[in-house]
């Protein structure tokens, strides 16, 4: 065991200190304070001196005066201020603790003196060189309560000037940090002040509440689009059908929740072209308007109004053509927020009558040279394709076209034939009739009488089913060899694209070649002139190419969205078929079912 009494020597050093903290306590002159900076100076040049002792040992002091009030604090006054000399380190080392968290919470009070302290960490610091041990042990011992003494002086100090920097708020790496904030307990704040990241944390919760309300109350985003109501306006062939169109949403951006409007089909060929004008440049893929039928709407329009039911199988087909058309492009998401849509759904009024919707105008005409021009174009030029994608995607569309068309013809002839069995039935169940009329056998007679009833209701289910054939399958066919058509529109505007590229390439290096030549010609005019054109070029085959890319970037995902549309389409269209079918036969049977047993008890 070593002694850790001090020795002869340290007393006459520990006096030796405590007679220079008695004159400085006494004097506070000048030359005293330059004598007590030297000490200092000496004290941290002395080579039996630990830095992380001194450094700590005068943390503490610093902190023990701040607390100089309180009965913990007399241990260091008592320390630098005995008079028989007798340190003892192991009694510092137990006797300073940290003062109580109600005493440490109180302002320190600065007394007028300040240079006792730094003497007081002097005699300390000397004191502490007699046994190296207990200089750890203290330097272990004595930093706690003086960090904890700083913490809670800085937490304090932090509480009541810095506020801003409480705001600090530790968030996740992600690019929304205050996405669903309200769910995220790991955005609140600890401290014995969280008023402001508490206000913070109430804005975000009740913006987020908020928003959550008007999702229970609105739900999900829908629109819905009925087209009814057809009439006829006018006499003649200055005539022209109108329809009514209500529409039925919980979308923001439209003033109405249900607006109603009357629109003539001209302004539904009139919609889509403003919004092929728009969009079909940039890739989108505008679903097709109905056909414009020359010789249907002229058979309506020199029709009188007793006349129009006539005329009601081309007036429904269309009026449901045009709701179909609507409701596809209302599921577009960047279709259905276009202005010239919305005006056209809300605005109560006539719209601006649309020019060069007719079927032989001068607007389609050249449509239709436009097109001649692109199909030659495309030979003429052949585009490189250089995307799988595409390449598979073109090939997919083309077969899906060729197929589509040959259906259409399939369910064509499907419609006229159930169309023919119903006549042919109604004519079986009307010379039945005749026939039971004129026979004498009462029972028999009955009996046709019977199966004439019975051919006239299956006359009836045929009827149903050509409507089902037309308007399910047929109509479905036909609308996606219009959308397959829009599809291949898209696809040609990335040609277009391609070919304006390649041209502003083939420019640029027709000029880079005359550049050459005007310099070996001497020509600095000439080249000083290229240079601009070239340089105009590069950027002009910049924002070609990255036309080129974008459009094909929308292509695809356009294309993605059209093929999820279409086999939802076809699976909903399919089952509703396949149900009314096996409904139609069920009722065939069951009237089948009713007549067997009567004309089995019927004698003869």
Known sequence: MTDTRPDSGDREAAANTTDILDTVSINSGPDIMEDKNDMFVSA???????GLAGLETLDISANNEEANKTPSSDTMEDLSLQDDGEISIEETSNDVKPSPPEERKEPAVVPPVVDVNLDDDLGVSEVNLDDDDDIFKSARLEPEPAKASSTMTNGFSRATSEEPA???????????????????????LSGPSPTPATIQQQTLTSFHEEEAKREMEGGDEFIEIHVTSPHKVGDGMSSYMAYKVTTNTNLTYFKKNKPEVNRRFSDFLGLRDKLTEKYLQNGRIIPPAPDKSVIGMTKVKMSKEDEVSNQSEFVEKRRASLERYLNRTASHPNLRVDPDFREFLELDAELPKANQTAALSGKNVMKLISKVGDRVSQYTTKMEETDQWFEEKTVMIDNLDLQLRKLLVATESLVDYRKSLSGHTYSLSKSLGMLGSAEDNSKLSAAIAQLAEVEEKVEKVHEQQAKDDFYLLSELVHDYIGIVGAVKDAFNERVKAWQSWQSVQRDLNKRRENKVKAELASKQDRVNQLRQEIAENERQLDMAQENFEKISRIIKKEFDAFDVKKCKDFKDTITKYLENMLKSQESLVTHWERFLPEIKQMEP
């Not at 941290?44 to 630990?50: E, N, R, V």
């Open 44 to 50: 941290l040049d002395s080579p039996t001196d630990s």
């Open 166 to 188: 409480e705001t600090d708020i530790p968030l996740e790496d992600d690019d929304h940090p205050f996405e669903n904030a309200h769910l995220k307990p790991g955005l609140q």
